[in-house]
Protein backbone atom coordinates (compact mmCIF):
# COMPACT_ATOMS: atom_id res chain seq x y z
CA UNK A 1 0.00 0.00 0.00
CA UNK A 2 1.65 2.86 -1.28
CA UNK A 3 4.97 1.35 -1.46
CA UNK A 4 4.86 -0.52 1.53
CA UNK A 5 4.34 -3.63 2.59
CA UNK A 6 1.14 -4.00 5.16
CA UNK A 7 -0.40 -6.86 7.16
CA UNK A 8 -4.42 -6.72 7.74
CA UNK A 9 -6.03 -8.28 11.00
CA UNK A 10 -9.24 -9.23 12.26
CA UNK A 11 -11.02 -10.31 15.08
CA UNK A 12 -14.10 -12.31 15.77
CA UNK A 13 -16.36 -9.22 16.36
CA UNK A 14 -15.85 -7.26 13.09
CA UNK A 15 -12.84 -5.26 13.39
CA UNK A 16 -10.02 -5.09 11.34
CA UNK A 17 -6.66 -3.21 11.52
CA UNK A 18 -4.27 -2.79 9.11
CA UNK A 19 -0.52 -2.01 10.23
CA UNK A 20 2.35 -1.05 7.94
CA UNK A 21 5.36 -3.57 7.92
CA UNK A 22 7.83 -1.01 7.07
CA UNK A 23 7.22 1.56 10.28
CA UNK A 24 5.46 -0.98 12.47
CA UNK A 25 2.70 1.43 12.83
CA UNK A 26 -0.99 1.06 12.56
CA UNK A 27 -2.68 2.79 9.69
CA UNK A 28 -5.39 4.99 10.79
CA UNK A 29 -8.15 3.43 12.94
CA UNK A 30 -9.74 0.09 13.16
CA UNK A 31 -12.07 -0.66 10.33
CA UNK A 32 -15.71 -2.05 11.73
CA UNK A 33 -17.88 -4.63 9.92
CA UNK A 34 -20.99 -5.55 11.23
CA UNK A 35 -21.04 -9.26 11.49
CA UNK A 36 -17.97 -11.74 12.57
CA UNK A 37 -14.84 -11.68 10.18
CA UNK A 38 -14.92 -14.77 7.79
CA UNK A 39 -12.29 -13.92 5.39
CA UNK A 40 -9.39 -11.36 4.75
CA UNK A 41 -6.97 -10.15 2.21
CA UNK A 42 -5.48 -7.36 0.71
CA UNK A 43 -5.31 -6.61 -2.96
CA UNK A 44 -2.47 -5.85 -5.12
CA UNK A 45 -3.94 -2.37 -5.76
CA UNK A 46 -4.04 -1.65 -1.86
CA UNK A 47 -7.93 -2.35 -1.14
CA UNK A 48 -8.56 -4.24 1.93
CA UNK A 49 -11.54 -6.88 0.95
CA UNK A 50 -12.90 -8.22 4.36
CA UNK A 51 -15.78 -10.97 4.06
CA UNK A 52 -18.70 -10.85 7.55
CA UNK A 53 -21.89 -12.93 7.46
CA UNK A 54 -22.59 -13.13 3.63
CA UNK A 55 -21.80 -9.96 2.88
CA UNK A 56 -17.75 -8.40 1.64
CA UNK A 57 -16.54 -4.67 2.00
CA UNK A 58 -13.88 -3.35 0.21
CA UNK A 59 -11.79 -0.55 1.70
CA UNK A 60 -9.34 1.72 -0.15
CA UNK A 61 -6.45 3.20 1.60
CA UNK A 62 -8.17 6.94 2.14
CA UNK A 63 -10.65 4.85 3.84
CA UNK A 64 -7.58 4.13 6.42
CA UNK A 65 -6.41 7.44 6.19
CA UNK A 66 -10.11 9.13 7.84
CA UNK A 67 -10.20 9.36 11.82
Given at each position: ??????????????????????????????????????????????????????????????SL???
Amino acid sequence: MHGHPVAAVADRWGAVWVWDLTTRRQIGPALVVPNHVTALTVSPDGHIVVCFGRDIAVFTSDSLRQG
